[in-house]
């Protein structure tokens, strides 16, 4: 009996040390039961294009522990994910978002997993970057991971296309 009662309070312990994981397609309530209350909601995400700002949707902030979750909303659904720690991701933290992201598919790492950034302003980094079959991506830069679901994409598509439309109107000659 005490040994079966460690057994299921180490099992305890260990899952409450690990963070909660966000899910792309989750409503607002879905995210809060994993997740808890949102630390901060931002009411519009924008797309800047020719100088304007089209909003796209909300994000949802979460904290929990070292860790930061944003939670970009479009149309009610979760359609960007980043996590951003204080420690670089270990290779179980990168597996664990990835397999928890899967949704019945499988992520397929890029073959430009060197791709550094240099300017004066970034220090070299090393993107890693996956893909799935359906269009949502994952990439890493450094402390932040970020997987972005096809609607998100969208919705940036459609804000660009809407700019360009209004540019059209304006100038319709060029």
Not at 32 to 53: C, M
Not at 92 to 116: P, Y
Request: glycine share 6%.
């Amino acid at each position: 009996m005490k040994i079966r009662l460690l057994f299921c309070t180490a099992l305890l312990s260990m899952g409450m040390a690990t963070p909660t994981w966000a899910r792309l397609g989750e409503t607002p309530e879905q995210l809060a039961v994993r997740l808890g209350a949102a630390s901060s909601f931002k009411q519009v995400v924008n797309v800047f294009a020719n100088g304007h700002a089209y909003p796209i949707g909300q994000i949802l902030n979460f904290s929990k522990e070292d860790w930061s979750v944003a939670c970009y909303m479009i149309n009610g659904s979760c359609a960007k994910i980043t996590y951003v720690k204080t420690a670089p991701f270990t290779d179980d933290d990168i597996n664990t978002i990835l397999n928890n992201e899967a949704q019945g598919s499988k992520w397929a790492q890029s073959v430009s997993t060197t791709t550094v950034i240099d300017s004066i302003f970034l220090p070299m980094m090393k993107v890693r970057e996956w893909k799935r079959a359906d269009g949502a991506q994952a990439q890493i830069i450094d402390k932040s991971f970020t997987l972005t679901a096809p609607e998100y994409q969208r919705a940036v598509d459609a804000a660009n296309g809407q700019a360009k439309a209004e540019a059209e109107k304006k100038m319709p000659n060029l």
